[in-house]
Protein backbone atom coordinates (compact mmCIF):
# COMPACT_ATOMS: atom_id res chain seq x y z
CA UNK A 1 0.00 0.00 0.00
CA UNK A 2 3.02 2.65 1.15
CA UNK A 3 4.89 1.84 -2.31
CA UNK A 4 1.28 2.86 -4.37
CA UNK A 5 1.45 6.13 -2.61
CA UNK A 6 4.58 6.33 -3.25
CA UNK A 7 4.41 5.89 -6.77
CA UNK A 8 1.56 8.12 -6.98
CA UNK A 9 3.03 10.85 -5.63
CA UNK A 10 6.07 10.39 -7.47
CA UNK A 11 3.82 10.39 -10.31
CA UNK A 12 1.91 14.25 -9.72
CA UNK A 13 5.59 15.48 -8.64
CA UNK A 14 6.59 13.75 -12.55
CA UNK A 15 3.21 15.57 -14.14
CA UNK A 16 3.85 18.91 -12.46
CA UNK A 17 7.25 19.13 -13.39
CA UNK A 18 6.57 18.37 -17.14
CA UNK A 19 3.85 20.98 -16.29
CA UNK A 20 6.44 23.79 -15.32
CA UNK A 21 8.77 23.33 -18.20
CA UNK A 22 5.91 23.59 -20.72
CA UNK A 23 4.93 26.47 -18.97
CA UNK A 24 8.69 28.08 -19.30
CA UNK A 25 8.44 27.04 -22.55
CA UNK A 26 5.45 29.06 -23.42
CA UNK A 27 6.39 31.81 -21.62
CA UNK A 28 9.55 32.09 -23.20
CA UNK A 29 8.20 32.00 -26.64
CA UNK A 30 5.86 35.08 -25.52
CA UNK A 31 8.53 36.98 -24.14
CA UNK A 32 10.43 36.44 -28.26
CA UNK A 33 7.34 37.73 -29.68
CA UNK A 34 7.53 40.43 -27.24
CA UNK A 35 4.34 40.04 -25.48
CA UNK A 36 5.80 41.06 -22.18
CA UNK A 37 2.11 40.63 -19.99
CA UNK A 38 1.23 37.68 -21.49
CA UNK A 39 4.95 35.92 -20.69
CA UNK A 40 4.80 37.57 -17.04
CA UNK A 41 0.95 36.73 -16.59
CA UNK A 42 1.78 32.65 -17.59
CA UNK A 43 5.04 32.59 -15.05
CA UNK A 44 3.30 34.26 -12.17
CA UNK A 45 0.32 31.73 -12.41
CA UNK A 46 2.52 28.55 -12.49
CA UNK A 47 4.95 29.99 -9.69
CA UNK A 48 3.63 27.56 -6.83
CA UNK A 49 4.87 24.51 -9.33
CA UNK A 50 8.48 26.13 -8.56
CA UNK A 51 9.00 24.32 -5.53
CA UNK A 52 9.47 20.89 -7.28
CA UNK A 53 10.55 21.80 -10.03
CA UNK A 54 13.87 20.71 -11.47
CA UNK A 55 17.33 23.01 -10.15
CA UNK A 56 17.60 23.71 -14.26
CA UNK A 57 14.05 24.57 -14.33
CA UNK A 58 14.10 26.55 -11.46
CA UNK A 59 17.04 28.97 -12.97
CA UNK A 60 15.59 29.26 -16.45
CA UNK A 61 12.02 30.49 -14.68
CA UNK A 62 13.93 33.43 -12.56
CA UNK A 63 16.19 34.06 -15.07
CA UNK A 64 13.91 34.28 -17.66
CA UNK A 65 11.08 36.41 -15.26
CA UNK A 66 14.16 38.68 -14.34
CA UNK A 67 14.59 38.84 -18.44
CA UNK A 68 11.00 40.33 -18.69
CA UNK A 69 11.18 42.89 -15.92
CA UNK A 70 14.17 44.30 -17.46
CA UNK A 71 12.50 44.57 -20.50
CA UNK A 72 9.29 46.53 -19.24
CA UNK A 73 11.76 48.92 -17.92
CA UNK A 74 13.53 49.31 -21.20
CA UNK A 75 9.90 50.27 -22.81
CA UNK A 76 9.91 53.25 -19.82
CA UNK A 77 7.55 51.00 -18.23
CA UNK A 78 7.21 51.74 -14.98
CA UNK A 79 10.93 51.53 -15.16
CA UNK A 80 11.92 51.79 -11.23
CA UNK A 81 9.87 49.26 -9.80
CA UNK A 82 10.40 46.51 -13.05
CA UNK A 83 14.05 46.71 -12.50
CA UNK A 84 13.83 46.28 -8.51
CA UNK A 85 11.64 43.38 -9.74
CA UNK A 86 14.35 42.11 -11.69
CA UNK A 87 17.03 42.37 -9.33
CA UNK A 88 15.09 40.46 -7.09
CA UNK A 89 14.22 37.61 -9.63
CA UNK A 90 18.03 37.18 -10.03
CA UNK A 91 18.60 37.44 -6.34
CA UNK A 92 16.57 34.27 -5.65
CA UNK A 93 18.02 32.58 -8.71
CA UNK A 94 21.33 33.15 -7.01
CA UNK A 95 19.66 32.09 -3.49
CA UNK A 96 18.81 29.27 -5.56
CA UNK A 97 21.64 28.46 -7.22
CA UNK A 98 23.81 28.32 -4.12
CA UNK A 99 21.85 26.07 -2.78
CA UNK A 100 21.82 23.33 -5.12
CA UNK A 101 25.17 24.03 -6.42
CA UNK A 102 24.18 23.90 -9.70
CA UNK A 103 25.81 27.46 -10.94
CA UNK A 104 24.12 27.46 -14.54
CA UNK A 105 23.15 31.26 -14.32
CA UNK A 106 24.74 32.76 -11.28
CA UNK A 107 27.65 34.54 -13.07
CA UNK A 108 24.85 36.07 -15.58
CA UNK A 109 22.66 37.40 -13.07
CA UNK A 110 25.21 38.80 -10.94
CA UNK A 111 26.33 41.10 -13.66
CA UNK A 112 22.93 41.57 -15.09
CA UNK A 113 22.77 42.85 -10.81
CA UNK A 114 25.14 45.19 -11.46
CA UNK A 115 24.71 46.43 -15.14
CA UNK A 116 20.94 47.46 -13.05
CA UNK A 117 22.50 49.30 -10.15
CA UNK A 118 24.53 51.20 -13.04
CA UNK A 119 21.26 51.80 -15.05
CA UNK A 120 19.47 53.01 -12.08
CA UNK A 121 21.90 55.25 -10.70
CA UNK A 122 22.36 57.12 -13.78
CA UNK A 123 18.79 57.55 -14.30
CA UNK A 124 18.51 58.96 -11.23
CA UNK A 125 21.50 61.26 -12.09
CA UNK A 126 19.52 62.70 -15.18
CA UNK A 127 16.17 62.84 -13.01
CA UNK A 128 18.29 65.46 -10.63
CA UNK A 129 19.73 67.18 -13.38
CA UNK A 130 16.35 67.43 -14.70
CA UNK A 131 15.15 68.52 -11.40
CA UNK A 132 12.81 65.68 -11.02
CA UNK A 133 14.10 65.38 -7.60
CA UNK A 134 11.22 63.01 -6.25
CA UNK A 135 11.70 60.66 -9.26
CA UNK A 136 15.87 60.72 -8.30
CA UNK A 137 14.78 59.98 -4.39
CA UNK A 138 12.57 56.65 -5.52
CA UNK A 139 14.91 55.81 -7.65
CA UNK A 140 18.13 55.33 -4.98
CA UNK A 141 15.52 54.51 -2.30
CA UNK A 142 15.19 51.62 -5.00
CA UNK A 143 18.99 51.11 -5.09
CA UNK A 144 19.08 50.97 -0.94
CA UNK A 145 16.30 48.35 -1.16
CA UNK A 146 18.63 45.88 -3.53
CA UNK A 147 21.54 46.33 -1.35
CA UNK A 148 21.08 47.80 2.17
CA UNK A 149 24.79 47.32 2.90
CA UNK A 150 24.91 50.51 0.44
CA UNK A 151 23.49 52.98 3.16
CA UNK A 152 24.89 56.13 1.21
CA UNK A 153 22.36 55.57 -1.12
CA UNK A 154 19.19 55.63 1.34
CA UNK A 155 21.03 59.48 2.51
CA UNK A 156 21.03 60.07 -0.90
CA UNK A 157 17.48 59.75 -1.00
CA UNK A 158 16.50 61.24 1.56
CA UNK A 159 18.48 64.61 0.15
CA UNK A 160 16.68 64.01 -2.57
CA UNK A 161 13.44 63.82 -1.03
CA UNK A 162 13.91 66.56 1.06
CA UNK A 163 14.93 68.91 -2.03
CA UNK A 164 11.40 67.75 -3.61
CA UNK A 165 9.45 68.59 -0.22
CA UNK A 166 7.98 65.18 0.05
CA UNK A 167 8.75 65.70 3.74
CA UNK A 168 6.68 62.03 4.55
CA UNK A 169 9.10 60.38 2.54
CA UNK A 170 12.07 62.22 3.68
CA UNK A 171 10.94 61.56 6.98
CA UNK A 172 10.48 57.57 6.24
CA UNK A 173 14.37 57.77 5.44
CA UNK A 174 15.85 59.93 8.04
CA UNK A 175 14.39 57.48 10.44
CA UNK A 176 15.95 54.41 8.86
CA UNK A 177 19.08 55.83 8.56
CA UNK A 178 18.49 56.80 12.32
CA UNK A 179 18.03 53.69 12.99
CA UNK A 180 20.73 51.51 11.25
CA UNK A 181 22.93 54.57 13.57
CA UNK A 182 24.30 55.82 9.61
CA UNK A 183 26.89 58.50 9.73
CA UNK A 184 28.31 59.08 6.23
CA UNK A 185 31.91 58.99 7.33
CA UNK A 186 34.68 57.30 5.04
CA UNK A 187 37.08 58.28 2.14
CA UNK A 188 36.22 59.80 -0.73
CA UNK A 189 38.42 58.87 -4.20
CA UNK A 190 39.34 60.84 -7.01
CA UNK A 191 41.14 61.17 -10.43
CA UNK A 192 40.99 63.38 -12.87
CA UNK A 193 39.69 61.87 -16.15
CA UNK A 194 42.71 62.63 -19.27
CA UNK A 195 40.43 63.05 -22.08
CA UNK A 196 37.69 65.33 -20.26
CA UNK A 197 40.41 66.44 -17.38
CA UNK A 198 37.37 66.53 -15.29
CA UNK A 199 37.73 64.97 -11.55
CA UNK A 200 35.54 62.13 -11.38
CA UNK A 201 34.77 60.39 -7.70
CA UNK A 202 34.91 56.19 -7.65
CA UNK A 203 33.18 54.00 -5.59
CA UNK A 204 36.71 52.30 -4.06
CA UNK A 205 40.48 52.89 -3.89
CA UNK A 206 40.40 49.42 -6.30
CA UNK A 207 38.70 51.15 -8.84
CA UNK A 208 40.60 54.24 -8.90
CA UNK A 209 43.43 52.74 -9.42
CA UNK A 210 42.67 50.61 -12.10
CA UNK A 211 41.93 53.23 -14.38
CA UNK A 212 45.16 55.32 -13.29
CA UNK A 213 46.94 51.88 -14.38
CA UNK A 214 45.07 51.63 -17.52
CA UNK A 215 46.13 55.40 -18.40
CA UNK A 216 42.66 56.83 -18.70
CA UNK A 217 42.95 58.84 -15.35
CA UNK A 218 45.32 60.51 -13.65
CA UNK A 219 46.44 62.54 -10.55
CA UNK A 220 44.58 60.32 -7.88
CA UNK A 221 43.39 62.35 -4.10
CA UNK A 222 42.00 61.02 -1.51
CA UNK A 223 39.33 62.75 0.81
CA UNK A 224 38.14 62.36 4.21
CA UNK A 225 34.30 62.05 4.09
CA UNK A 226 33.29 64.22 7.87
CA UNK A 227 30.31 62.31 9.89
CA UNK A 228 26.74 63.27 8.54
CA UNK A 229 25.28 62.86 11.91
CA UNK A 230 24.53 66.36 12.75
CA UNK A 231 23.13 66.91 9.73
CA UNK A 232 20.80 64.11 9.84
CA UNK A 233 19.26 64.48 13.03
CA UNK A 234 18.85 68.36 12.52
CA UNK A 235 16.61 67.76 9.52
CA UNK A 236 14.68 64.52 11.19
CA UNK A 237 14.10 67.42 14.58
CA UNK A 238 12.60 69.72 11.88
CA UNK A 239 10.53 67.52 9.99
CA UNK A 240 9.05 66.05 13.70
CA UNK A 241 8.74 69.82 14.21
CA UNK A 242 6.74 70.53 11.28
CA UNK A 243 4.27 67.31 12.41
CA UNK A 244 3.76 69.09 15.28
CA UNK A 245 5.46 66.36 17.17
CA UNK A 246 7.84 68.46 19.16
CA UNK A 247 8.22 65.35 22.14
CA UNK A 248 10.22 63.50 19.10
CA UNK A 249 11.76 66.36 18.30
CA UNK A 250 12.98 67.41 21.84
CA UNK A 251 14.52 63.76 22.14
CA UNK A 252 16.56 64.16 18.71
CA UNK A 253 18.14 67.93 19.70
CA UNK A 254 19.11 66.60 23.11
CA UNK A 255 20.43 63.02 21.56
CA UNK A 256 22.56 65.84 19.21
CA UNK A 257 24.22 67.64 22.31
CA UNK A 258 24.81 64.28 24.44
CA UNK A 259 26.73 63.29 21.46
CA UNK A 260 28.60 67.24 21.28
CA UNK A 261 27.81 68.93 24.19
CA UNK A 262 29.67 71.83 21.98
CA UNK A 263 27.67 71.98 19.24
CA UNK A 264 25.79 75.46 19.69
CA UNK A 265 22.50 75.20 17.19
CA UNK A 266 20.63 72.29 19.23
CA UNK A 267 20.82 74.83 22.32
CA UNK A 268 18.50 77.60 20.19
CA UNK A 269 16.63 75.38 18.56
CA UNK A 270 15.32 73.42 22.35
CA UNK A 271 15.03 76.95 23.13
CA UNK A 272 12.19 78.02 20.73
CA UNK A 273 10.66 74.31 20.29
CA UNK A 274 10.01 75.41 24.16
CA UNK A 275 8.75 78.41 23.17
CA UNK A 276 7.03 76.62 20.55
CA UNK A 277 5.26 74.60 23.47
CA UNK A 278 4.51 77.83 25.35
CA UNK A 279 2.54 79.21 22.67
CA UNK A 280 0.49 75.98 21.65
CA UNK A 281 -0.94 76.31 26.06
CA UNK A 282 -1.32 80.06 25.07
CA UNK A 283 -3.79 79.33 22.21
CA UNK A 284 -5.76 76.84 24.57
CA UNK A 285 -5.70 79.15 27.26
CA UNK A 286 -7.01 82.01 25.34
CA UNK A 287 -10.70 79.36 24.22
CA UNK A 288 -11.18 78.97 28.35
CA UNK A 289 -13.79 80.88 30.20
CA UNK A 290 -14.47 82.17 33.48
CA UNK A 291 -15.58 78.89 35.59
CA UNK A 292 -14.38 78.17 38.64
CA UNK A 293 -13.21 74.77 36.53
CA UNK A 294 -11.67 76.35 33.28
CA UNK A 295 -10.13 79.18 36.02
CA UNK A 296 -8.37 75.54 37.51
CA UNK A 297 -6.91 74.51 34.00
CA UNK A 298 -6.29 78.14 33.39
CA UNK A 299 -3.84 78.04 36.46
CA UNK A 300 -2.41 74.30 35.52
CA UNK A 301 -1.46 75.98 31.82
CA UNK A 302 0.07 78.84 33.14
CA UNK A 303 2.49 77.13 35.46
CA UNK A 304 3.29 74.70 32.55
CA UNK A 305 3.92 77.79 30.24
CA UNK A 306 6.47 78.79 32.98
CA UNK A 307 8.50 75.47 33.18
CA UNK A 308 9.08 75.77 29.27
CA UNK A 309 10.26 79.64 29.52
CA UNK A 310 12.59 78.37 32.35
CA UNK A 311 13.27 75.79 30.07
CA UNK A 312 14.29 78.01 27.10
CA UNK A 313 16.24 80.15 29.29
CA UNK A 314 18.48 76.90 30.58
CA UNK A 315 19.02 75.62 27.40
CA UNK A 316 19.41 79.58 25.99
CA UNK A 317 22.12 80.12 28.88
CA UNK A 318 23.81 76.93 28.43
CA UNK A 319 24.24 78.26 24.97
CA UNK A 320 25.72 81.65 25.24
CA UNK A 321 28.40 80.52 28.06
CA UNK A 322 29.46 77.76 25.28
CA UNK A 323 29.38 80.64 22.54
CA UNK A 324 29.00 84.43 23.89
CA UNK A 325 29.55 85.80 20.44
CA UNK A 326 26.69 83.93 18.96
CA UNK A 327 24.04 86.67 18.07
CA UNK A 328 21.42 84.61 17.71
CA UNK A 329 21.29 82.92 20.99
CA UNK A 330 22.28 87.01 22.87
CA UNK A 331 19.12 88.67 21.05
CA UNK A 332 16.72 85.92 21.91
CA UNK A 333 18.06 85.63 24.78
CA UNK A 334 17.71 89.48 25.30
CA UNK A 335 14.30 89.28 24.14
CA UNK A 336 13.08 86.45 27.16
CA UNK A 337 15.00 88.80 29.77
CA UNK A 338 13.20 91.74 28.88
CA UNK A 339 10.00 90.21 28.31
CA UNK A 340 9.92 88.44 31.98
CA UNK A 341 11.18 92.15 33.53
CA UNK A 342 14.51 90.73 34.49
CA UNK A 343 16.19 93.92 34.35
CA UNK A 344 19.59 92.74 36.35
CA UNK A 345 19.96 89.50 33.82
CA UNK A 346 19.09 91.85 30.90
CA UNK A 347 21.46 94.49 31.38
CA UNK A 348 24.45 91.75 32.91
CA UNK A 349 24.41 90.37 29.31
CA UNK A 350 23.45 93.85 27.64
CA UNK A 351 26.82 95.11 29.13
CA UNK A 352 29.12 92.20 27.65
CA UNK A 353 27.62 93.07 24.05
Not at 50 to 76: H, Q, T, V
Not at 139 to 145: D, G, I, Q, R
Not at 258 to 274: G, Q, S, V
Amino acid sequence: MKNKILILVLFFISIKAVSQKEQIKNAQNEFKSDNLKVALDILTKSEYLIINAEDADKSEFYSLKAEIFRAFADKNIAVTTNLSAAVTSYQQLIKEELLTGNLIYIVKAREAIDAIKKDLENRATTDIKNAKYRDGATKMYALYAMDKKDADNLYYSTSYFMMAKDYEAALRNYKELENINYTGKGVAYYAVNKKTKIEEEFASAMYRDASVNAGEYEKPRNAKIESKRTEICRNLAYLYTEKGDLVAAEVIYKKMIAFNPNFIEPYLDLAYLNLDKKKLLEDQMNTLGTSAKEMQIYDALKLKTEGFIKEALFYLKAGNALAPDNDKITDLLLKLYRALDLTSEYNTLKAKI
